[in-house]
């Protein structure tokens, strides 16, 4: 069974760091490309950053650039979000994704991931 499983969410204060961890089972993810999304209460779930599958190319929501830092380790079937300078505004619960369907390039669209994990809570408080 296909599973991603989001972990490394948790409580911060405004300015501080967390890092998340989606770990990929069931199949080799090297050929998707993958991503993050979030979904803040009373919002629709967004993009945030998404990867090539050789993790060579990123794009972010302008809301992250510079703060955030999307990675990935197909050698071990893991990606990561690495989130500095934290801001209320980024309180979330936050989902990785996988999209299957082509290897090249990278997508904000929702649409386009098929794999979904179940998500991890970020809260940052003042």
């Known amino acids: 069974q296909v599973q991603l499983v989001e972990s490394g969410g948790g409580l911060v204060q405004v300015g501080g760091s967390l890092r998340l961890s989606c770990e990929a089972s069931?199949?080799?993810?090297?050929?998707?490309?993958m991503g993050w999304f979030r979904q803040a209460p009373g919002k629709e779930r967004e993009f945030v950053a998404g990867i090539s599958s050789t993790g060579h190319t990123s794009v972010y929501v302008d809301s992250v650039k510079g703060r955030f830092t999307i990675s990935r380790d197909n050698t071990k079937n893991m990606m990561y979000l690495e989130m500095n300078g934290l801001k209320t505004e980024d309180t979330a619960i936050y989902y990785c994704?996988?999209?299957?369907?082509?290897?090249?390039?990278?997508?904000?669209?929702?649409?386009?991931?098929?794999?979904w994990g179940q998500g991890t809570q970020v809260t940052v408080s003042l």
């Open positions: 069931g199949r080799t993810f090297s050929r998707d490309r």
């Open positions: 994704a996988a999209d299957s369907s082509t290897p090249v390039g990278v997508t904000r669209s929702e649409s386009r991931y098929d794999t």
